[in-house]
């Protein structure tokens, strides 16, 4: 998957953005009026004791004393509750200090005291995008129109939007942000992701290709390129693009599996197997890998060295009963009777309704001559569906060789009434035998 933006980054994002706000002018308007007219001495008082605080409050942030600037924030707000800056930088020492609550009280609490503190909005909106991202939509909303301009609120609005789900709604503000920001490399790269999972592929390949003219050394971006090409059902190239992304990514073991998969739709089964090995070699053991290994090497006829590979699969899944029913069925082609058998058995006993793990038990006992095994297993088949013609053929021979001719011969019969010439060698024997077992019956009644 295309790697998100974390939550250390915005952390950054947020000291910047308080940073920035710090600076801003404290609105006299925003003052709670007193109830009792103060002397100019007490307002004097009053005045230098603000500036005390704030002075301390600044201070102690600069030495990244953040509990300090907080009681005296704390301390200037009791005073002039109704400043904005000062809810706005006391949130930010909150923040500092992970009481994110707090902060998010703070935050709102200054922009309820003044609606046009952009920085307000927007650092609301960063808390809120880590816990609650649907939450954080509506002040990162208010902090792109209060800062139309700049490229970053536009792209956190985007982002928001995205980790809450509200995928097409996020294109706006991440193509906004790159429309205002040339060199910006992070809005290109979301924007391809949210295309990407919008399976809007072409465009989202554009995007990647986008953010990789901007930092060629980009992994992710490269990847997403690959993604990108991949979904669009361009194998080739997209092959050639997970192979650079591992070049610059070699203990990626899920790229190496999507490299192989490719390879084995392109029937490139010892690129595949390259990929493959590199991955476990990586350390990757999983039941995919196995599975895939089993795949390739069953596409180039080599069952033995995929039974070997469902082997591992099974070792990791003992209670998967898929796994030993293929394994079964591998080592049945392989003609390795006893191991099938024991494999099949085993998977039956997991589930006892695979009818497919039946059929092959059926094979297995008849080519291995166990006669009598081999019509009970039928008979277990035929209580779960129509038998086949190739299962009465199979019952006419058993019964053929433990010389119950009669029921033989109506196996037999059965069976060319079912098949009706399709089975040209099957066929004649049948015909054969039935006339063979006919004299002989004849001649025992004389």
């Not at 693009?241 to 990514?249: D, G, V, W």
């Not at 009818?355 to 088949?381: G, N, Q």
């Not at 209580?383 to 010389?403: M, N, P, V």
Request: charged share 25%.
């Amino acid at each position: 998957m295309i790697a998100r933006r974390t939550a250390a980054g915005l952390g950054l994002l947020v000291a910047a953005a308080c940073a920035l706000a710090c600076a801003l002018p404290r609105p006299a308007a925003a003052q709670t009026p007193p109830r009792k007219a103060k002397s100019a001495v007490e307002q004097a008082k009053e005045a230098d004791v603000l500036v005390a605080l704030l002075k301390r409050a600044d201070q102690a942030t600069e030495k990244k004393d953040f509990a300090a600037a907080a009681q005296a924030l704390e301390e200037f707000i009791a005073i002039k509750p109704g400043d904005a800056v000062a809810h706005f930088q006391l949130g930010y020492a909150y923040t500092a200090m992970e009481r994110l609550d707090d902060a998010k009280r703070a935050y709102t609490k200054s922009i309820e005291l003044d609606p046009k503190l952009a920085q307000g909005h927007l650092n609301l909106g960063l808390i809120l995008l880590e816990t609650d991202p649907a939450a954080a939509v509506p002040p990162l909303k208010k902090a792109a129109e209060l800062l139309a301009n700049e490229a970053r609120p536009h792209f956190l609005l985007g982002l928001a939007m995205e980790r809450s789900g509200q995928l097409e709604k996020a294109i706006a503000p991440y193509r906004m942000a790159a429309s205002l920001d040339a060199a910006d490399y992070e809005s290109r790269f979301a924007l391809g992701r949210t295309l990407l999972a919008l399976e809007r592929h072409t465009e989202a390949e554009a995007q990647f290709r986008a953010a990789l003219e901007r930092q060629p050394d980009s992994a992710p971006a490269r990847l997403g390129v690959a993604s990108a090409l991949h979904s669009s059902g361009k194998r080739e190239a997209a092959a050639g693009e997970f192979a650079a992304y591992l070049k610059t990514r070699p203990d990626d073991t899920g790229a190496r599996l999507r490299l192989a998969t490719l390879y084995i739709e392109l029937e490139q089964f010892d690129a595949a197997l390259v990929q493959l090995d590199a991955a476990e070699r990586g350390g990757l053991r999983t039941l995919d890998l196995y599975r895939m290994r089993a795949d390739v090497h069953v596409r180039q006829n080599d069952f033995t060295a995929a039974a070997a590979a469902l082997q591992q699969a099974i070792a990791l899944a003992p209670a998967d009963a898929g796994l030993r029913a293929t394994r079964g069925r591998y080592l049945l082609e392989l003609r390795d009777f006893p191991a099938a058998e024991a494999d099949l058995m085993a998977s039956l006993k997991l589930d006892a309704s695979q009818l497919p793990v039946l059929r092959d038990l059926v094979t297995v006992f008849y080519l291995s001559e166990k006669w009598p095994t081999t019509l009970a297993a039928i008979d277990e088949l035929a209580k779960h569906e129509t038998l086949t013609a190739a299962s009465w053929f199979i019952r006419g021979a058993c019964y053929d060789k433990l010389q119950m001719y009669e029921q033989a011969i109506a196996a037999y019969q059965k069976f060319l009434e079912l098949d009706r010439g399709k089975s040209e060698r099957q066929d004649f024997q049948a015909r054969h035998r039935v006339r063979t077992l006919q004299r002989m019956l004849e001649r025992k009644r004389r």
